[in-house]
C-alpha cells in the first residue's frame, strides 16, 4: 500500500500513485523492515529535480520493479526540502563513500537507520558503466540474505565515521583582516576572468561570495574585489542562466559561459540573488543591476507567491513541449520559427539577433535559450521592449511547469529580506507590502506559542517537520530586514524570540551550531554543516542575525554567539572561500563594527524619510538601522535616549561604543554609512 496520500509534501504527492508501496519517513516504516527482516530504500529527491522525475518514470512507475521492491524491501520517500537533516546525514554518508552525491539520493539502510550501499541516478537497464536499478536491488538483497554479518559491520562503520566528524569550530575566534585578505586572494585565483564567476561548468549563481565581496570593497576600498563582482552579475544578468522575458534566475549553467541553465528555478536563489543585485546597484548605481534586481523580485510576487501570502519553493525544470511530451526548458526554449510565428518576419531577424536565437540552436533540437548581447548598448530599446512583451505574452500561453507549492520557512525569511530591501531602495511600496504578509505568514503559521518554528506549510496547513537552524537563521535575517525597512519594532522582538531558541538549543558548549535542535529526532548523527552551498548555511545564517541582533540590543550574549560561530570562518575562509561566502560577508560586519544607525523622526515627516533612506542606502557592512519617533526606544532599544536635533529629525550612528555626533543632514549622514 503506498502511503503517500495526504502529505504535506508536493513532492511526496507526485509518488503517491506509484505502484510502489512508500512510506514517508516514520518510525513505523522501521518498525515495518524489523518486522519483516529486510533492508530499508530510502529515496530522497524534491519537486523541481530533473534527473527525480526520470528515475520515477523508468523505475517507480514500471509495475515489474515495484512488485521487486515491495518484495524485497520498505521504500521510504523524502522530500529533502521539507527533512534537510535526514538528507544531510545520509549525503555526507553518500559522499564519503563514493566522492559524490547529488538527488535523486539513493541510500539502503538496515531497520535500524544504518547506511550499508549508496548511489544517486541508477536507469533501468544498464548504462555508461552503471548498473540498472532492478541489478542493484537484486545484489542489495543478495547482500543482505546471505552477507548479513558483512552488511552489519560496513554499517557499524559507515555510522561510527559519521559520529566522530562532529566540528568543534565555536571559540576559535573571529576571522581577522589575515583571513579575510587569504579568502579574497583564493577568490581570485578561482576567477574566471573571461566568462565571470568561479570555477568551471557547471556553474552556480555565487550570490554569498558576491555579497562577501562587496562588503569587503565597501569596507578596504578593494576595487578587485567590486570588479569581481560586477562583472560576474553583468555576465549572469545576459546570460542564459537569467529569464530575459519573465525575470528571475534558473539553478545554475551547464557550461562556463553562462548559456545553457538547469532550468529549475528556486525561491532561495531568486531570493538571495535579487538582493545581490539590489546591494549592487547601491554600491555602483547600475543601472543593468536595478532592472535585474526588480525584475527577479517581480518574478518572485507574480509567479511564486501563494494564495496564503507565502512564497513556493520552486518552478519545476520540465513542462510539456505542446504535443504531450514532458521535456526539460520546454517553457523557455525558442526556434527562429517559434519567433516567427509571434513576431512577424521582421521582428524575428530583429529578436533573433538581440536574444542569440540561430539555427542551429544553443539547447537541444534547435531550440535557443535567450540571452543579451554583450556590448553595453541596445539599439532601439523601445522596439526590443515591444517584442520582449510580445514573446512574453506568448511564452504565457504555453503549458507552465508545475510549481512546488510547499512554504518553506528559512527560504521565505530570505525573500522577505530581499522584498523588503528592494522595495525601500527603489521606492516599491508593493514589494514591502509582500514581504510583510509573507512574516505574517510566518508568525501566524509556522511558530507556535513557545515562538518554535515549523519547517514547511502548504495550503495554509502546517507541516509536521520541526525547523532546522537555517529556518530560524534565516527567517530572523529576514525580520531583522523588515524591522529596519518599515521601522516597525515587532519584528525585532520576534527575531529575539528566534534567535533566543538558537541559543539554547541549536548551540554546543564551544559555541559551535547544530543543524537541528538538542530535542529534535535522533538520527545516526546529528547534522552539523557550516558550509555555504545553494543558500546560507544555518550555522552562517544564525552568526549573522546573531550580531545583527546584539548591534539592534546591545545583548553580550548574541554577540558571543555570534563570534563563537565565526570561528569556523576562521578556519574555512582562507582554504575554500567560495564555499563560505556568507560566513565572510558577516565576518565583514564584524570587521566594520557593524555600525549601529538610530534615525528619530516621525514616518510622516520628509526629513525622517529621507534620513531613514540614506541611512538603508549606506554600504557600511551589515549597519542596522532603527527608525521611528522619539521615545520609541521600547521598540527599538537603539532610539533610547535619541531626541530631536533642535526639533528636526536625526541620525544617530555608533560603532564600537563610540558614537558621531548627532546629523540631520542627508548627505552627511551618507558619507558617514559609506566609508
Not at 573571529?174 to 576567477?191: N, S
Request: proline share 5%; charged share 25%.
Amino acid at each position: 500500500m503506498n502511503r503517500l496520500a495526504g502529505v504535506t509534501s508536493p513532492y511526496l504527492l507526485q509518488h503517491a500513485e506509484n505502484p510502489v508501496d512508500w512510506w514517508p519517513w516514520t518510525p513505523e516504516a522501521f518498525e515495518e523492515a524489523r518486522r519483516r527482516d529486510v533492508p530499508v530504500l530510502l529515496s530522497v529527491g524534491y519537486s523541481a529535480c530533473h534527473w527525480c522525475h526520470v528515475m520515477a518514470h523508468e523505475s517507480f512507475e514500471d509495475d515489474a520493479t515495484a512488485a521487486y521492491l515491495n518484495e524485497h524491501f520498505v521504500p521510504v520517500k523524502v522530500d529533502r526540502e521539507e527533512r534537510p537533516d535526514v538528507d544531510a546525514v545520509y549525503m555526507e554518508a553518500v559522499q564519503a563513500a563514493t566522492g559524490q552525491g547529488g538527488w535523486p539520493m539513493t541510500v539502503f539502510l538496515t531497520p535500524d537507520a544504518e547506511p550499508f550501499y549508496f548511489g544517486t541516478y541508477f536507469p533501468p537497464e544498464p548504462r555508461h558503466g552503471m548498473p540498472s536499478f532492478l541489478q542493484v536491488l537484486e545484489g542489495v538483497r543478495v547482500a543482505w540474505t546471505d552477507r548479513r554479518e558483512e552488511v552489519g559491520e560496513v554499517a557499524g562503520n559507515i555510522v561510527r565515521e559519521l559520529a566522530g566528524r562532529s566540528l568543534a569550530f565555536g571559540g576559535a575566534g573571529v576571522p581577522g583582516e589575515q583571513e579575510l585578505a587569504q579568502a579574497l586572494l583564493g577568490l581570485t585565483r578561482d576567477y574566471d576572468a573571461k566568462y565571470g564567476g568561479f570555477g568551471g561548468a557547471p556553474k552556480f549563481p555565487p550570490s554569498m561570495v558576491v555579497e562577501f565581496l562587496l562588503r569587503h570593497h565597501a569596507r578596504t576600498g578593494a576595487e578587485g574585489a567590486l570588479e569581481m563582482a560586477a562583472h560576474t552579475c553583468e555576465a549572469m544578468a545576459r546570460g542564459g542562466i537569467y529569464d530575459q522575458l519573465g525575470g528571475g534566475f534558473a539553478r545554475y549553467s551547464v557550461d562556463r559561459e553562462w548559456v545553457v541553465p538547469h532550468f529549475e528555478k528556486m525561491l532561495y536563489d531568486n531570493a538571495l540573488l535579487c538582493r545581490v543585485y539590489a546591494h549592487l546597484w547601491r554600491a555602483t548605481g547600475s543601472d543593468l543591476a536595478r532592472r535585474v534586481a526588480l525584475e527577479t523580485a517581480d518574478f518572485m510576487v507574480r509567479e511564486l507567491r501563494t494564495a496564503e501570502g507565502g512564497f513556493a519553493s520552486a518552478l519545476d525544470a520540465d513542462s510539456d513541449d505542446g504535443s504531450g511530451k514532458v521535456v526539460e526548458g520546454a517553457y523557455y526554449v525558442w526556434t527562429p520559427e517559434q519567433l516567427r510565428e509571434v513576431l512577424g518576419e521582421e521582428d524575428a531577424a530583429h529578436a533573433a539577433r538581440h536574444f542569440g536565437v540561430t539555427e542551429e540552436g544553443t539547447f537541444e533540437h534547435g531550440s535557443s535559450v535567450l540571452q543579451l548581447p554583450q556590448d553595453a548598448g541596445v539599439a532601439d530599446a523601445e522596439r526590443i521592449e515591444g517584442i520582449r512583451r510580445r514573446l512574453f505574452d506568448a511564452r504565457d500561453r504555453r503549458p507552465r511547469p508545475g510549481r512546488d507549492d510547499k512554504i518553506v520557512a528559512a527560504w521565505n525569511g530570505l525573500a522577505i529580506a530581499a522584498l523588503a530591501e528592494t522595495g525601500a531602495f527603489f521606492d516599491r511600496p508593493d514589494l514591502v507590502e509582500r514581504a510583510t504578509e509573507a512574516a505574517d505568514l510566518l508568525v501566524r503559521l509556522h511558530m507556535d506559542g513557545s515562538a518554535r518554528l515549523a519547517r514547511t506549510s502548504k495550503d495554509g496547513h502546517v507541516g509536521a517537520n520541526a525547523g532546522v537552524l537555517e529556518d530560524y537563521g534565516d527567517v530572523a535575517e529576514g525580520f531583522l530586514t523588515l524591522a529596519a525597512v518599515t521601522g516597525e519594532g515587532v519584528w525585532l522582538e520576534f527575531a529575539g524570540f528566534l534567535l533566543d531558541i538558537v541559543l539554547d538549543r541549536f548551540t554546543g558548549e564551544g559555541g559551535e551550531l547544530y543543524d537541528t535542535a538538542h530535542d529534535a529526532e535522533r538520527l545516526i548523527r546529528r547534522p552539523q554543516d557550516p558550509t555555504d552551498n545553494a543558500a546560507p548555511s544555518g550555522w552562517t545564517a544564525a552568526a549573522g542575525a546573531l550580531l545583527a541582533y546584539a548591534a539592534h540590543t546591545g545583548s553580550e550574549a548574541h554577540r558571543t554567539a555570534a563570534e563563537q560561530a565565526l570561528g569556523v570562518v576562521k578556519a574555512l575562509g582562507p582554504r575554500a572561500p567560495r564555499f563560505i561566502g556568507w560566513g565572510l560577508a558577516v565576518a565583514e560586519a564584524v570587521l566594520d563594527g557593524p555600525r549601529e544607525v538610530a534615525v528619530v523622526g516621525g514616518a510622516d515627516a520628509e526629513e525622517a524619510r529621507a534620513l531613514h533612506r540614506a541611512a538603508l542606502l549606506g554600504t557600511a557592512p551589515g549597519a542596522v538601522v532603527a527608525f521611528g519617533r522619539p521615545g520609541a526606544g521600547d521598540e527599538f532599544p537603539l532610539l533610547r535616549d535619541r531626541p530631536l536635533i533642535d526639533g528636526r529629525p536625526a541620525a544617530y550612528v555608533c560603532r564600537h561604543f563610540v558614537c558621531d555626533a548627532p546629523t540631520t543632514d542627508v548627505a552627511e549622514l551618507g558619507r558617514k554609512l559609506s566609508n
